[in-house]
């Protein structure tokens, strides 16, 4: 949502006029001079900013941008309403592109790059220690809760089967295990 100090200077000179006919029924005075044109404000040309990486899914793309977000680099995606619509045009579009300002580049790369802690100190639980491959272990695994290829090939010819399986698989070195988990480790799921 765009800040209230910004907005004025974006309204056309007609919305201007009735903004400040509403400030003036309410008997409000605004904190900002409303003719101001973004004096002090920084503007995000499309110039300024350097491609870093692409992603075919929404949530590997949200969660390097609040990486970077979190190591306090401001960071924009593009193409990321187009795949929202519909994620089978991602690669149609290039995938979701996470973008930095050019002088933000090396650092955003950096915080990128961090590895995968082994492990996390929670307040109030203790330590929480990552899964890892129990072939090479590596932190680059994932839960498939999912068989993507069945449930992509079925929703292509418009009778989405949601086929699930429960296995752990390595990026690293492919390899593929399931493990019995308590219904505490794993959040149900439920159909919908």
């Not at 593009?78 to 579009?93: E, G, K, P, T, Y």
């Not at 699930?164 to 690293?172: E, L, Q, V």
Request: proline share 6%; glycine share 6%; with cysteine.
């Amino acid at each position: 949502m765009r800040s209230f100090s910004s907005l004025p200077a974006t309204l056309s000179p007609e919305g201007q006029e009735a903004l400040e006919a509403e400030f003036r029924r309410r008997d409000l005075i605004p904190e900002v001079d409303l003719h101001t044109q973004n004096q002090g404000q920084d503007v995000v040309e499309w110039d300024d900013l350097v491609m870093l990486r692409q992603f075919r899914d929404l949530p590997e793309a949200l969660l390097a941008k609040g990486s970077l977000e979190s190591a306090g680099i401001e960071a924009f995606l593009v193409d990321d309403n187009m795949v929202r619509m519909d994620w089978f045009i991602s690669n149609l579009v290039g995938g979701i592109k996470l973008c930095v300002r050019r002088e933000d580049e090396q650092a955003a790369l950096d915080a990128l790059e961090q590895p995968t802690p082994p492990a996390i100190e929670v307040a109030g639980i203790g330590t929480y220690e990552q899964p890892t491959c129990p072939g090479c272990n590596s932190l680059d695994i994932r839960f498939e809760a999912l068989n993507r290829p069945v449930a992509y090939t079925s929703a292509w010819l418009g009778v989405p089967v949601r086929l699930r399986r429960r296995r752990w698989k390595c990026d690293a070195c492919g390899e593929i295990w399931k493990t019995e988990l308590e219904s505490s480790e794993y959040p149900k799921q439920t159909s919908d």
